[in-house]
């Protein structure tokens, strides 16, 4: 089952994603998080994983893109909450996530988007 929400927080967008994510989902998930950086005007996008098991070499594209698509919109995104087991999937599998900055998790993205650190 897949859950994902998008919530504005001050000045950020929160994606909070859970479950399994398949391919027509991350790609629909894709637009939502592009229309929503324009409709809010929002200056990050922050992408909480924690709860996803599973980080596969398309999500992980897709994630990728998204990013260098905010990027081009003006705003940055961070992928917070990476499960141990995620960032190795991600690391042995040689999965490019350019673009994309990490946090340990979603208060500390935020923190770091207020200016915080």
């Given at each position: 089952m897949?859950?994902?929400?998008?919530v504005?927080?001050?000045?950020?967008l929160?994606?909070?994603?859970?479950g399994?994510?398949?391919?027509?989902?991350?790609?629909?998930?894709?637009?939502?998080i592009?229309?929503?950086?324009i409709?809010?005007?929002?200056s990050?996008?922050?992408?909480?994983i924690?709860?996803?098991?599973?980080?596969?070499?398309y999500?992980?594209r897709?994630l990728s893109?998204?990013?260098?698509m905010?990027?081009l919109?003006g705003?940055?995104?961070?992928?917070a909450?990476?499960?141990p087991?995620?960032a190795?999937?991600?690391v042995?599998?040689g999965?490019n996530?350019?673009?994309?900055?990490?946090?340990?998790n979603?208060?500390?993205?935020?923190?770091?988007l207020?200016?915080g650190?």
């Open positions: 897949n859950k994902s929400s998008i504005k927080i001050h000045n950020a929160v994606v909070t994603l859970q399994e994510i398949d391919d027509r989902t991350a790609l629909e998930l894709q637009q939502e592009l229309q929503s950086v409709r809010y005007q929002v990050g996008v922050v992408i909480e924690s709860q996803l098991d599973l980080v596969d070499s999500m992980a897709i893109e998204t990013a260098r905010i990027k919109m705003a940055e995104t961070f992928l909450g990476l499960r087991m995620v190795v999937t991600i042995e599998m999965l996530i350019d673009g994309v900055k990490t946090a340990l979603l208060e500390v993205a935020l923190e770091v207020k200016g650190r």
